[in-house]
């Protein structure tokens, strides 16, 4: 059983900065696949950002690229997202994800992972 535990999550200004946290606790390895996915209301679930230890691939949205970046640290069981310039449009609630497939970043970002935290809410508002 794997549980993935979100933090970081709260208000900020446009332009500002936050960094979401994950951590991961059961069975994970450190080749499983991590990523992070969001939804705001009334829109579908969205791959924000995914990494691929099996092929050491990064995916990143376009919506996302260049002002987020995808980091973890396998001692610490933990995946972060650290998001710049935060635009009222990134408001959503973030899920972190894992997954222990051997596929690309892209297919994961795109058809989703295996295991889900609960999620952390990000408001960008002035």
């Known amino acids: 059983q794997v549980q993935l535990v979100e933090s970081g999550g709260g208000l900020v200004q446009p332009g500002g900065s936050l960094r979401l946290s994950c951590v991961a606790s059961?069975?994970?390895?450190?080749?499983?696949?991590v990523g992070w996915f969001r939804q705001a209301p009334g829109k579908e679930r969205e791959g924000v950002s995914c990494f691929s230890s099996s092929d050491g691939s990064t995916y990143y949205s376009d919506s996302v690229k260049g002002r987020f970046t995808i980091s973890r640290d396998n001692a610490k069981n933990t995946v972060y997202l650290e998001m710049n310039n935060l635009k009222p449009e990134d408001t959503a609630v973030y899920y972190c994800?894992?997954?222990?497939?051997?596929?690309?970043?892209?297919?994961?970002?795109?058809?989703?992972?295996?295991?889900w935290g609960k999620g952390t809410l990000v408001t960008v508002s002035s």
């Open positions: 059961g069975f994970i390895s450190d080749y499983d696949a």
């Open positions: 994800a894992t997954d222990p497939s051997y596929r690309g970043a892209a297919l994961l970002c795109n058809y989703g992972m295996d295991y």
